[in-house]
């Protein structure tokens, strides 16, 4: 089978016309078998490829994905077991091997179809099509706010719902009942006629042989037991005392350390380095040039790092050596400028004749805005060990896709995947930054030439110069309102369009848009960022329909109800942060208060922002109101935990974060200049939960979006300064203090 890639699977074959093509019924089959001596000890049985069950009634749930801070261990092992009607103080989780059985399917079906209920009778077919395809990709991705949505609501639930169902049917093939008598709870089946009862242990055997229900009977919201409940999650203990596993904390016998640097100029090759050992050091075991980079390697990290800072490496020149940021950015305002005369953007969306609209407004409002490229600035350094020998590679890593990392490094080392072995870790944080596999092909390179295990560590100076970053952008957005100050023509131009696509979409009824976009040459590497694409999106929209509102004089929480009446989602979410922001109640003077509010992964967040501007012109947020629709949420604390914590980022990104070119390098190097919120800058957050009707939505990423916005907002709200231009400490805003009224 020719491979297939991401852009191919979901453009070229499965997806013609927005129908679900299938050329033949390519169905999953019987993948536990195929798992089996990865998951499971002896004596226990292997319901389906999701979980096991050992004979002290055990249930082990199976999770495909990785654990960095959101929780997903515990939260998926809920959905399964309340659907199994599990003992929870006995269920247990093993995060999922890298093999290809264990591909998100899920993932990818999620984001194509959603969680829409499609024909039973082409169910299997439809999975088998994506599991191939997602085996095809190596892909094993924790991200997109997917885990709960896709994989806890196609995969856990069905495989806890499927083993309970076997379960009570080996209890009532064993004691000659009907099932419909049989009562399964806190893993055990009983029969009260009967007095029959045994435990899921004692059947598990017997129900391992009978055939899995591919479409077994979930239940409704108001039999949950255990999902919408805060169940203590398994990661904290080992987090509080310390012994808690991440990438860093790896040690091995025999392991040594390695650090490493690469041309401050991305894509630059090593002119010249001397690889020999200078004879005045100890501890230096080796001094290897990979081209692009020089690595060392030491009895430890401390000794390889100075060695590395005194070592006298040069750098080929490229054309990129002396780019500037206003080079680029200029050069991206003209690419659009360009784009625009010659009729060579692309279409977003179009709605509506925008044209005559604008023919027949009362006013036009046009403005621009522009966003810095960011890194991601993972506080676990960014690092992985690797143990090259005997025909196998070993890898210890923190991952958000370890069967890709298997792939790609079975590729780099010309092995068969089954010799590559990955041993994912905790992550010390994520954010898109740990999907990228450049950390372990370099320490699988270093760690080839020597004969022992080596860790290799990237100083922060690397990560922050040598990331993959999100995109600046620029934006130009026009708009026409009517008599009434209603818009009636929206006219958006922006550069770069990643994914996913639905993040350059407005939430409001405007009759006439056209959405556009141009895509110039990028130097600067691009990587996945928190929200992604809708971490820009949300910004430039929230900031520009508060500017309408102010053009119409109307109030911005009222505005952005009046423009999505049809969607009760938004009225409730709105209504909600209205009453928990007490919207109307008057501040101090230089106080402000903004409102955002965006739909990103299933979820919709609004946040109200307070902030006071001080009189030397700083910003400090106070208080921040997150009101959220995300369906269902399974674990209530751990997603406010998760509101929390991408308002965080988020903040940290609208308030400091910038990224600089400067001589073709990245200008920041640590966090002394590219600082992030710390404790005593947070504000105050307080997380209103609304349970609906609709499926489960993402938790990890949407309350980022609309964070900057909210703030934003704000500081107009206090000052009469628009921002328009991120991060708002470029801004001067001692001369903008008014008072509040």
Known sequence: MKKWTRRAFISAGVLAGGTLVLGIAIRPGNRSSKVAGFIADEGETVMNIWLKISPDNTVTAIIPHAEMGQGVHTTLAMM?????????????????????????????KGFIVGNSELPKFLDESINGVFLTAVKSLNFQITGGSASVRFT??????????????????????????????????????????????ATYAELAPAAAKIKKPTHPKLKSR?????????????????????????????????MKYATIR?????????????????????????????????????????????????LAIEFHTTENNTLSQDQIISGYRNAMTTDLADGNLDTHSKKGDVSAAFEEADSIIEVEYQLPFLAHATMEPINCTAWVHDGKCELWCGSQNPLGVRAEIADLLDFDPENVIVNNQLLGGGFGRRSESDVMKQAVLIAKEVDFPVKLIWSREEDTQHDVYREATLSRIKAGLDQAGNPIAYDHQFIFKHHPPEAADIPYDVPNQLIRYSSPPSYVPWGNWRSVDHSTHGFLTESFIDELAFAAKKDPLIFRKNLSKNNSRFQAVLDLAKEKSNWEKALPSNWGRGIAIAQSFGTIVAEVAEVEITVDGNVKVHRVVCAVDAGLVVHPNGFIAQMESGIIYGLSAAMT?????????????????????????????????????????????????????????????????????????????????????
């Open 80 to 108: 399964l077991a309340d659907e199994m009607d599990a003992d929870w103080s006995t269920v247990r989780f093993l995060e999922a091997p890298a093999h290809k059985e264990y591909a998100n399917f899920t993932f990818l």
């Open 152 to 197: 806890g609501q196609q995969a856990m639930r069905i495989a806890g719902a499927a083993a309970k169902s076997m379960l009570l049917q080996a209890a009532a093939e064993s004691w000659k009942v009907p099932v419909a008598e049989l009562k399964a709870q806190n893993s055990r089946i009983t029969h009260e006629a009967t007095k029959k009862t």
């Open 222 to 254: 108001n039999e949950f037991t255990i999902i919408g409940t805060s169940k203590p999650r398994f990661d904290i203990p080992e987090k509080v005392t310390g012994e808690a596993q991440f990438g860093i904390d790896v040690v091995l016998p025999e």
């Open 262 to 310: 690469s041309s401050p100029v991305f894509g630059a090759k090593v002119k010249s380095v001397d690889t020999s050992i200078p004879s005045a050091i100890s501890g230096i075991l080796k001094i290897i040039n990979l081209e692009n980079a020089v690595a060392v390697i030491g009895d430890g990290y401390w000794q390889a790092k100075t060695t590395l800072d005194n």
């Open 657 to 741: 974060g910038e990224i600089t070119i400067e001589n073709g390098a990245v200008s920041q190097n640590n966090f002394h200049n590219y600082p992030v919120t710390r404790l005593n800058e947070a504000p105050v957050i307080e997380t209103y939960i609304i349970n609906s009707d609709n499926p489960p939505g993402g938790g990890g990423e949407p309350s980022t979006p609309v964070i900057a916005p909210a703030v934003t907002n704000a500081i107009f709200n206090a000052t009469g300064k628009r921002i328009r231009q991120l991060p708002i400490s470029k801004n001067d805003l001692k001369e903008s203090i008014r008072q509040t009224t």
